[in-house]
């Protein structure tokens, strides 16, 4: 087995490319990757949030993820979302993932069952899946869209187990951050779902970062991160402020469809979401162009 890479840096989960007839783009998709091979990224998470990935179906999760292995460059960690609601198919969709070239599998909380969903469920579902695959597995804590927060104390717990690599807090809270880091074990590792606090999670101990944001500004969120970790504080914290309106705007207001228009916009390709999503609307895509047009004139001076 090859020595597994370090969780460390900036991570970005790749949006999923449609063409107008809502069918995968592969060829868009490997222009993309293209693009981002030539960046500082450390890795991509596929089939996660931004990616759409609960609007996919199997095949096409199938599809696309054999279609990253092939055109991704060597140096970048490849991490799969491989939840279900189910145990028994989590970890047959790792498996896959593991057989197809992926590093690391995502494991989202199962959530439709909410109320049943104690720490002591989530416990034995976790072990069960860390347990069964051939790839470590980064718990996904993403209560915004679950209503499930994974809490500290049931991490302390999951940390011990040899083959879960960490957790992606996507919570959004510094303090959460912290008391992750604090109560896991020591090769355990916090990564942050925020663009909007990430320099004060990597300043409380996060590991780093898998930052929707990274779709469209990999480069400003790789040196955030690396003005960090030399300890240019004050750098740090003003790329941060300046970084600021953008994740609120694409990030956490519209998400996945705010995504897609900026990155039509910068270049790559976005493209359509699937529905039941819809496009922006001419209010929100003239506050996108105007922010992005005001990116780039600070990246020009």
């Known amino acids: 087995m090859p020595e597994r890479r370090e969780l460390r840096g900036v991570f ?28 500082r990224l450390a890795g991509y998470v596929i ?47 790792t498996r896959r ?4 070239g992926f590093e690391v599998a995502l494991v989202r909380t199962p959530h439709y069952y909410q109320s049943q969903m104690t720490p ?38 999951l940390s011990e187990h040899p083959n879960i690599a960490g957790i992606k807090d996507s919570s959004g809270s510094v303090q959460r951050a912290a008391e992750l880091v604090s109560v896991a074990r020591r090769n355990f590792r916090v990564l942050v779902g925020s663009a909007s606090t990430f320099f004060a999670a990597l300043m409380v101990g996060a590991s ?19 003005l960090s970790m030399a300890g240019k504080i004050a750098e740090a914290r003003a790329l941060q402020e300046r970084i600021l309106p953008a994740s609120k705007a694409l990030v956490s207001r ?6 897609k228009y900026a990155l039509d916009r910068l270049g790559y390709y976005g493209g359509p979401v699937r529905e039941p999503l819809r ?23």
């Open 12 to 39: 970005a989960p790749l949006t999923t490319p449609f063409d107008s007839d809502d069918h995968l783009s592969l060829p868009r998709l490997r222009q993309n990757l293209a693009r981002y091979n030539a960046t």
């Open 47 to 93: 089939t996660g949030s931004t990616g759409e990935a609960i609007l996919l179906s199997w095949a096409e999760t199938e599809e696309l993820w054999a279609a990253v292995v092939e055109a991704a460059a060597a140096d970048k960690i490849l991490i799969a979302g491989t939840a279900a609601e189910t145990t028994k198919e989590t970890i047959l969709r």
């Open 97 to 100: 993932a593991a057989d197809l």
């Open 120 to 157: 002591e469920v989530l416990a034995d579902y976790y072990h069960r899946v860390a347990d069964a695959s051939p790839i470590p597995i980064l718990i996904y804590s993403i209560p915004q869209y679950t209503g499930i927060t994974v809490e500290a104390p049931l991490v302390e717990r």
């Open 208 to 226: 780093g970062g898998i930052l929707a944001l990274a779709d469209a500004l990999p480069e400003a969120c790789v040196e955030l991160y690396e």
């Open 254 to 259: 519209w998400g996945a469809t705010s995504m």
């Open 279 to 301: 496009p922006l609307g001419e209010v929100a895509r003239r506050e996108i162009d105007e922010l992005l047009a005001a990116i780039q004139a600070r990246a020009a001076k």
